[in-house]
């Protein structure tokens, strides 16, 4: 069963040499065999053939299911595998073993999805496709057969953990540690490709937990057994199908004859043909030609029968040969094509002319070029229908048939009727997606659908599976289909693009293959099958590109045709038919039409010559020339319009133009791009000799030839603009200029300069943009303006700019959410939109899977949920009903997509540089196909000429703008540009490292010397000024000493003067001061005796105070009861005639109580109620006189509080109480009278008031006394006190006098002092400042000389930092030397020896630094100044971590943040940078960086108000001016791209040859000598101090002289700090002179072990450069220093004999001999040590 062919008959007669004479006949059940028979006749319509070769392998499968559970089904694609097991299947169905399979791919899904997985998240177990099937088929009850078919390519992933389920164990364990068995009617076949992949534990141990039983059975249908393991061949049992013979086609066509309902005749005849003519051919074809794709035999045999039972009607009964050879050389000749320069399509047609001549063919052109037209062979050109073109239709709307679109449109329609598969295969560009787009779009709506998809290199299953859902719809059970009763064509384009997985399988083709072998595929959530009805494929693939073939399983089921590339008649058809539809429809003149079909030849010949002429290579990739570019530059011819294109020269120009767009822009150098001017302009003057096109291809001052949209203004784009020539570059300037200006007055300002080659890409990029669809795709290095050209372009052509923010987060669905923004602007909104995406945004290479759609076609796969389609549909409709298009839901969908691809455009910013571009074309062709290229070629030399001028001409420092210096500054610009360029390619050539220089870092360049040129000038001006001043201060304190001297002597004479007359003044004040002493003693007397009578009188008032206080309480109840009476209470006592008893007395008593007091009551003159009658009590009563009583009532206590009330009133009041008892109450009176039961409460309480105050009265008399005794001794205080002020008045007097005295006898005096002090501070001073007045006098004269050379000196130090920190020592030393020369042939003035180290760096700086771990050598001070004077962050090649140390010591004090590329708290680190001002480390970086930090590392930063904010990820967080980003990376030779190199300062910390001598020179003495070393060690700490500590102090003094207001000789701290710094200055140098000496000594001594230091500086670069050797050698410095560190520490001296050590210690004590043989470790001198260390490095 397992060997086929000859190798069976070797095998046979193997056995035959066995056992001679022995031939057993094999066992067969023939009722068996006959029931195969007849299933494979009536169910599968199979013909038995004559051999019963497939009966037989039917026979071998049967039994090898009766001795193994796994059966490899092994042979080449269509050798009916498959069908073994289907026939036997329902065979056994038929016997009543019904049997049930189920069937699927484990390619097409997931192993987690085959087998089952943990979800680790919830810990739940998730089902998987076999799980769930063996065990539902283990639970089913009956015992009939049950197969489980895998039809899928073997890899180890699914089946290693198939190998406890092959074994003896048949079980089969879960991750879930559930364990299901297969019964024993079960069992499994696996229909495989290969054993490719097994290994021998595929069916020897349990890998996967999966395990059978005894009862289980597998079957494997694979192709071969190439990699297949003995474990795989023994367990396994094989049933191996051949082909080679013919067996399958024959059997398939006698069959397919079998089932037409043709004539006898016609089938007989079909039978022949079917002998005659496939199988020559096929053996012709199997000898002779190379297929692009491969081909079975079968494939092309199923092809004919579909065609023909298409075809094939009775009235073409009787041409039934025509038609057969028609169709079978359709099938199988249409897949060869043109392969390595052999057109094997036409051999095969000279071949069949040759051979098969019953239907002889015409000799012109091959067979193919005929069709059958009734009973003869007609041209396929005969068939071609003219269209009648129209150009508002746009080009790659319309198809222009030629005969062969009309051939293959034909042949395929027939196909898609059969429900055949279809497959085009061509290089990009042949028309293949165009051909079926015009195909598709022309099939009847109401019978045919169809959905497009296009693969990529990301499409996997599940996404396929996804896509094509789409468009099904649920139907009855289990079945999905296209709406209605349609059928749905999938067109699927680069089929072959899915990235081929690590076992050469693809699993989009595995799911498309398992469809349609099986017609379903798996649900991956529910786990059930999903029938799939009413789907067939036209498919289109490149086989150059992807993975160049597909499955040939997959591969079998298509008509494969090869679409060559039109030949010249067809595409000159095909352009005529676009051309003419143009001009000759529109109203253009004679003059324009004449010259169309000359344009068209022209075309076509520059086409071909370009193809000749730029080959595709592998660096070259894109140069592949092809119809999409043709169309693309007669696209451009048909924007023409009659007004504007009124002479024919015009319209030539027009043609050149675009065909260097097309053309042109797509090469990737000036020598290339000056070769294809030199076609055109050859071509143009041998087809149009009547015009002079000489200006616009000369090489020297070109005219420009530009054709724009923007002709007639930014203010005309809003119609589309007006394509047409914008004449000269300024024209071209007024026009970008003013849409620049108006751009930055509405945006966020772009400062460019619009030189003519930015202004010509503003217009290539207008003109793509505003085609549809039009996607330019910029290639060039970062910093040469793709972007910012962009913005302007998109804002010309009236577009919104949009782009993506990549955060830390930033991922499919972020790019999902802002695609579907875009689309809603564009397709909703019918908005003009650019989408401005970079290769540095690409964190996620499957971003380009939806970028890929995007330009392919617009309409993005699952972009869109169905809820959401149906909301755009919504939002279209209207424009849609208004376009006349009926609204239904795929013309609105196709609707919204055209919109699309109108509106919206994508400007893809890509680098040249690296693999990455192309590795992502090959990946995703859309990137290239679709798009438009403009190849950003270098910045000519005079547009870094004007960019220069335009930055330069503000700065004065340089003179005036006609300056000799400013001309040679200008001219120097873009000479060190391209200088360091060349310094570049030979530093590339021979180091291998990469070095780039682009516009951005000439920018760089321009911006920090324009900063720090004026920086230098102010700087040297300023210290000028400051020692001038300095000088002038010193000068004019000396000329001020002798005048100082003689206003001394003036000075003495007056102050003894007044120092006289104040002594008189003294004595007299002195006799007033005890006068006026004496009298305030008595008044102090007086004083004290006040204070203690004040104090009594206080204690007595307080006393009398609380006394009364506590009748206050009386007064306020008597108070209230009153408050209840009035007017009317007492009216109504006065009515009364006779009152109730005792009222009468209670009136009676409140009249006696207010007698005196209140007028209306009649008194005596004893003062007592004169009538106490109830008549006389009403007296008070009448009119308002009861207002008044009762007013007085309520102010008696005033009266008692100021004794007004006579006691005789109170008695008799208390007598009437007193007399009537219980009576004279509240109580007793309420019953009575309210009014008189008011007065007993008020009497009763006033009375109580009343003696309470009268107890008081004697306290009060006393206190009365007491204050007026007080009031007398403060009368009598008062004179003493007057007295004695008016004695102070005096003395006052006399004092201001005798102050005014002293005053002027001290002022004299202190300006005597002043005077001296002032002398001693000018000597002091000049004693101080002398020395440093010659020196500052030097200094002087020397700046001014340096003004003249610091703009000269400043551009050499701004190049070295922008350029060469990239460089090692010698290139940079070569940038520097260039730099020089051309600077001095253009008498740019320099210093006598131009440094660009001594302009960048100060000798304290550079001290400083080495204090802060740098190393002290040339270049590591370099590489210092650039970091500290360079404007853009800097990245540090720093393999030896030299550099990083240093920068973290440095930044210690700013708050020094480290993290690394990629870390998860990165963007945290950066945010708390950004915010608090800190400085940021990234260190060990690798070669990239990422997007989201990229507006950091580029100082993008937006202005808010007063701030800087800059955009981190989503965020936007303020910058603080104390921010630094450091980037540093280990790896020795990196490459960064461009863009990353223009926006950051790469510096190249590596060590040098030199710096690692020292170093090593300085380890070798501290292990040897470490006295020494400390020492040095101390003295280089004490010489850098120094260094900077004179630097300071002369600053200090330079500063605090500057800043001195009015007489510096007046400010005595100034002058004593100002001594103070000379002192230690004058200390400090004699320190620096004893250090030196000292430091000179130890060198002396150190430089004996120079020599180890420098042999040990070759080796390491020795051993560096091995890496040039093999990449394997690599070592760094801090191994190597521990290897030389052990070494020195290993090496022990030989120990010297006894008597020659004695000798040895009275000679040299300490030392040794001088041939190293004897003496001790140690010593003071040892000279000889250094010879023996010589000895160690040669040993």
């Known amino acids: ?312 009607t009775p009235e073409k009964f009787e041409v039934l040969e025509y038609w057969f050879i028609f169709c079978f050389t359709a099938s199988c000749g249409f897949c060869l094509c043109e392969v390595d320069g052999v057109d094997y399509r036409k051999n095969f047609s000279n071949w069949w002319k040759n051979e098969m001549k019953t239907i002889k063919y015409p000799s012109k052109g091959t067979i193919f070029e005929y069709f059958v037209k009734e009973t003869r062979l007609e041209e396929w050109s005969a068939a071609v229908e003219e269209i009648a073109y129209s150009s508002d239709t746009p080009m790659g709307d319309v ?158 089921h298509f008509w494969t045709c090869a679409v060559p590339f039109p030949d010249q008649s067809s595409l000159l058809v095909i352009y005529q038919t676009f051309m003419k539809g143009h001009f000759e429809r529109l109203p253009f003149k004679a003059s324009v039409v004449e010259n169309v079909s000359g344009i068209i030849k022209a075309a076509l010949s520059l086409h071909s010559n370009v193809v000749s002429s730029f080959r595709k290579t592998a660096a070259n990739f894109h140069y592949e020339f092809n119809i999409r570019h043709m169309s693309g530059i007669f696209s451009g011819l048909l924007s023409a319009k009659p007004a504007e294109f009124a002479d024919g020269e015009k319209l030539v120009l027009l043609w050149i133009h675009e065909s260097e767009r097309i053309y042109g822009d797509r090469l990737v150098s000036v020598t290339d791009l000056k070769k294809y001017r030199g076609l055109c302009a050859e071509l143009s003057k041998k087809m149009f000799g009547k015009y002079n096109f000489a200006k616009f291809f000369q090489e020297k001052n070109p005219e420009p030839l530009v054709f724009a949209p923007f002709s007639k203004g930014i203010s005309e784009m809003d119609g589309g603009g007006s394509y047409d020539k914008i004449n000269g570059y300024d024209r071209l300037t007024e026009l970008l200029q003013g849409a620049l200006n108006e751009y930055n007055e509405n945006m966020a300002a772009m400062d460019l300069v619009l030189f003519g080659d930015a202004m010509c890409h503003v217009g290539k990029i207008c003109r793509i943009i505003m085609s549809t669809p039009g996607h330019p795709l910029l290639v060039g290095v970062g910093g040469s303006g793709r972007q910012s050209l962009s913005r302007l372009s998109s804002y010309t052509c009236l577009y919104t700019t949009m782009m993506i923010v990549i955060s830390g987060t930033y991922g499919m669905n972020d790019l999902k959410a802002d695609l579907q923004a875009m689309y809603t602007k564009a397709g909703v909104k019918d908005e003009g939109v650019m989408f401005l995406f970079t290769d ?298 006779k009152p109730p008893g005792g009222v009468d007395l209670v009136c009676e008593a409140a009249m006696h109580l207010q007698a005196g007091i209140d007028p209306n009551i ?82 009763i309480n006033i009375i109580m008031y009343y003696d309470v105050v009268i107890q008081v009265e004697p306290k009060r008399q006393a206190l009365r006394e007491a204050t007026e005794t007080l009031n007398n001794a403060n009368t009598k205080l008062a004179e003493v006190k007057a007295l004695v002020a008016d004695l102070e008045a005096k003395l006052a007097k006399l004092m201001s006098e005798f102050d005014k005295a002293m005053a002027e006898k001290n002022a004299v005096m202190a300006e005597a002092q002043k005077c001296q002090t002032k002398l001693d501070m000018a000597q002091r001073l000049v004693n101080a400042l002398s020395a440093n007045g010659v020196i500052w006098e030097q200094t002087v004269e020397r700046t001014g000389e340096e003004l003249v050379f610091i703009p000269g000196d400043t551009l050499i130090a701004c190049s070295f930092a922008s350029y060469v920190g990239v460089f090692t020592r010698q290139y940079r030393e070569q940038a520097v030397s260039n730099f020089t020369k051309f600077l001095q042939d253009k008498n740019v003035p320099l210093g006598p020896k131009p440094d660009p180290l001594g302009v960048l760096a100060n000798d304290a700086e550079m001290a400083a630094w080495a204090g802060q771990g740098l190393p002290s050598d040339r270049v590591s001070c370099e590489n210092g100044a650039i970091m500290t004077n360079s404007q853009r962050w800097c990245l540090i090649i720093d393999p030896q971590l030299q550099g990083i140390v240093w920068i973290k010591n440095k930044e210690v004090d700013n708050g020094l943040q480290i993290t690394r590329m990629g870390h998860s708290k990165m963007l945290n680190t950066f945010e708390v940078g950004l915010d608090q001002g800190k400085s940021v480390m990234i260190e060990n970086m690798g070669e990239t960086v990422e997007a989201v930090i990229m507006p950091v590392v580029s100082r993008n930063t937006i202005k808010r108000g007063n701030k800087k904010v800059v955009k981190l990820g989503d965020k936007e967080i303020v910058l603080k001016d104390s921010f630094r980003l450091f980037m540093q990376t280990k790896l020795s030779n990196p490459h960064y791209p461009p863009e990353i190199q223009a926006e950051t300062t790469v510096i190249n910390f590596t060590v040098t040859e030199d710096g690692l001598e020292d170093q090593l020179l300085f380890l070798v003495v501290k292990l040897e000598r470490p006295d020494l070393a400390k020492k040095k060690s101390e003295l280089i700490q004490q010489q850098n101090e120094f260094k900077v500590t004179l630097a300071q102090l002369e600053a200090l003094l330079l500063e605090k002289l500057a800043n001195a207001e009015g007489d510096i000789l007046d400010d005595t701290e100034l002058i004593l700090s100002l001594e103070e710094a000379k002192k230690t200055s004058d200390e400090v140098k004699e320190k620096v002179v004893y250090a030196q000496e000292t430091e000179a000594k130890i060198n002396e001594t150190s430089e004996f072990y120079r020599p180890t230091g420098s042999r040990g500086s070759l080796l390491f670069f020795l051993m560096c450069d091995l890496c040039k050797m093999h990449t394997f050698y690599k070592y760094s410095l801090d191994s190597f220093v521990m290897v030389v560190t052990r070494a020195v520490n290993s090496v022990t001296l030989r120990k010297p004999k006894e008597p020659k050590q004695e000798k040895v210690e009275e000679e040299k004590p300490e030392g040794e001999d001088e041939d190293g043989e004897d003496g001790e470790d140690g010593g003071e001198e040892k000279e000889e040590e250094p010879q023996e260390e010589e000895e160690e490095e040669e040993e």
Not at 46 to 72: A, S, W
Not at 431 to 455: I, V
């Open 1 to 312: 069963a397992k060997i086929e062919g000859d190798d069976l008959k070797i095998f046979m007669g193997l056995l035959m040499d066995l056992f001679p004479g022995i031939n057993p006949p094999r066992a067969r059940d023939m009722d068996m065999e006959d029931l195969l028979v007849k299933v494979m006749e009536e169910d599968y319509g199979f013909t038995n053939d004559p051999d019963g070769y497939l009966l037989l392998k039917i026979c071998q499968l049967i039994e090898l299911l009766g001795i193994r559970h796994c059966v490899f089904l092994m042979g080449n694609p269509g050798s009916f595998k498959s069908s073994l097991w289907k026939i036997l299947k329902n065979a056994k169905t038929r016997r009543g073993e019904k049997t049930t399979t189920v069937d699927f791919s484990p390619k097409a899904i997931t192993t987690n999805e085959l087998y089952g997985f943990v979800n680790m998240a919830t810990r739940e177990w998730k089902d998987g496709i076999i799980s769930k099937v063996m065990r539902e088929l283990g639970q089913i009850p009956d015992t009939h057969p049950k197969w489980i078919m895998l039809d899928g390519d073997l890899d180890a992933n699914w089946i290693e953990s198939m190998n406890s389920v092959m074994d003896d164990n048949r079980l089969l364990t879960l991750p879930s540690n559930e364990r299901i068995p297969l019964k024993v009617h079960m069992k499994m076949i696996f229909e495989i490709r290969d054993l490719n992949y097994a290994t021998p534990a595929t069916l020897r141990e349990p890998a996967l937990c999966a395990t059978l039983k005894v009862h289980m059975k597998m079957i494997f249908e694979i192709r071969d057994l190439n990699y297949a393991t003995p474990a795989t061949a023994t367990r396994a049992g094989i049933v191996c199908m051949s082909d080679v013979e013919g067996v399958q086609w024959r059997s398939y066509c006698t069959s397919w004859i079998n089932k037409q309902e043709y004539p006898e005749e016609v089938k007989d005849q079909l039978r022949k043909m079917f002998e005659k003519y496939p199988p020559d051919a096929l053996l012709w074809i199997l000898k002779n030609a190379k297929i692009l794709v491969p081909m079975v035999d079968i494939a092309m045999l199923m092809v004919t029968c579909s065609l023909l039972q298409d075809l094939l």
């Open 399 to 556: 198809t222009v048939p030629t005969s062969e679109t009309v051939a293959m449109t034909y042949i395929m329609k027939s196909l898609i009727n059969m429900n055949h598969s279809i497959m085009l295969i061509g290089l990009a560009g042949c028309g293949k997606t165009q051909s079926c787009l015009g195909l598709l779009r022309k099939l009847p709506p109401d019978t045919f659908m169809f959905y497009a998809m296009n693969m990529s290199f990301y499409t996997d299953s599940s996404l396929l599976q996804a896509m094509m859902e789409n468009p099904l719809e649920k139907k009855a059970g289990k079945l999905y289909a296209p709406p209605g009763k349609l059928q749905l064509i999938y067109f699927i384009d680069d089929l072959n693009m899915p990235a081929l997985d690590k076992y050469n399988t693809q699993s989009a083709i595995e799911l498309m293959k398992e469809k349609q072998d099986y017609s379903h595929w798996w649900d991956r959530a529910k786990i059930s099958v999903k029938d799939i009805g009413n789907t067939q494929y036209i498919t289109c693939m490149n086989p150059t590109a992807g993975s160049f073939i597909v499955n040939p399983r997959l591969q079998r």
């Open 840 to 1137: 540095g945004q690409i964190t996620n290479e499957k971003f380009l899977v939806f970028i890929n759609d995007l330009l392919a076609s617009g309409d993005i796969a699952d972009l869109y949920a169905s809820d959401e389609k149906d909301a755009i549909r919504n939002g279209v409709r209207s424009g849609c009903k208004g376009a006349g298009i009926q609204d239904t839901p795929e013309n609105l969908w196709m609707y919204f997509i055209g919109r699309i691809r109108k509106n919206l455009h994508m400007s893809l910013c890509f680098s040249p540089v690296g693999d990455a571009m192309r590795n992502r074309a090959r990946k995703f062709p859309a990137l290239v196909n679709c798009t438009v290229i403009d190849w950003f070629q270098p910045w000519p030399m005079d547009a870094l000429f004007n960019v220069g001028q335009k930055f330069l001409a503000p700065i004065e420092q340089l003179g005036p703008q006609d300056s000799p210096v400013r001309a040679g500054i200008l001219d120097f610009l873009p000479y060190s540009f391209e200088s360091t360029g060349q310094v570049a390619q030979v530093f590339m050539s021979n180091e291998r490292r990469f070095a780039y220089t682009t516009p951005k870092s000439f920018l760089e360049l321009i911006k920090l010397y324009t900063a720090m040129v004026g920086k230098k000038v102010d700087a040297l001006e300023d210290q000028k000024d400051r020692l001038t001043n300095g000088l002038d201060k010193l000068r004019k304190t000396q000329e001020d000493v002798a005048g100082l001297e003689e206003d001394l002597k003036e000075k003495a004479v007056v102050v003894a003067e007044k120092a006289q007359a104040a002594d008189v003044f003294a004595e007299e004040v002195g006799r007033e001061k005890a006068n006026v002493q004496a009298e305030s003693e008595k008044a102090a007397v007086e004083a004290t005796n006040c204070s203690k009578i004040a104090a009594d009188v206080a204690i007595q008032q307080k006393s009398c105070e609380e006394d009364l206080a506590k009748a206050i309480p009386l007064v306020k109840e008597a108070e209230s009861a009153l408050d209840v009476l009035d007017k009317k209470d007492f009216q109504e006592l006065k009515a009364l005639a």
């Open 1162 to 1243: 009649d008194i005596d003159k004893k003062g007592q109620v004169k009538d106490t009658s109830w008549k006389g009590s009403q007296k008070p009563e009448n009119d308002d006189a009861p207002e008044k009583f009762l007013q007085n009532l309520k102010e008696y206590k005033t009266h008692i509080d100021d004794g007004n009330v006579p006691q005789i009133n109170v008695e008799k009041a208390r007598k009437i109480k007193d007399g009537m008892g219980d009576d004279f109450t509240q109580a007793g009176m309420a019953k009575k009278s309210g009014a008189a039961a008011g007065l007993c409460v008020f009497i």
